[in-house]
């Protein structure tokens, strides 16, 4: 079984940048890597998609609220995906899940929550105003 570990997160002023990592570990070897996302929730709100890469051709795409402040990327010889996070916002306060083993390319091209079998622990985001 795979396990997918979050960290980075914290407690950071508007404007501030945080980068989060997720390291697979494991028997990876069970896990698909087409696809692997950030997710984030917030109290009392939905799961929502905020980036998710297509590992093999490194195709990312992004949530239109985190669009050209947040990044995903990867490094395969450590399997680690990461997300880095600049000029941030209130709004993007939550905590944030790395996800992996999705059955559907569809499913990952819309960063659908559900589509996704592997979830980390979450990493805690904060950003005061």
């Known amino acids: 079984q795979v396990q997918l570990v979050e960290s980075g997160g914290g407690s950071v002023q508007a404007g501030g940048s945080l980068r989060l990592s997720c390291v697979a570990s494991?028997?990876?070897?069970?896990?698909?890597?087409?696809?692997m996302g950030w997710f984030r929730q917030a109290p009392g709100k939905e799961r929502e998609g905020v980036a998710i890469?297509?590992?093999?051709?490194?195709?990312?795409y992004y949530a239109d609220s985190v669009k050209d402040r947040f990044t995903i990327s990867q490094d395969n010889a450590k399997n680690t995906v990461y997300l880095q996070m600049n000029s941030l916002k209130p709004e993007d306060t939550a905590m944030y899940y790395c996800?992996?083993?999705?059955?559907?390319?569809?499913?990952?091209?819309?960063?659908?929550?559900?589509?996704?079998?592997?979830w980390g622990q979450g990493t805690q985001v904060t950003v005061s105003s």
């Open positions: 494991g028997d990876t070897s069970s896990l698909n890597y087409m696809c």
């Open positions: 996800a992996a083993n999705v059955a559907y390319y569809s499913d990952c091209r819309a960063l659908k929550a559900g589509g996704f079998g592997s």
């Open positions: 890469i297509y590992t093999r051709d490194v195709i990312t």
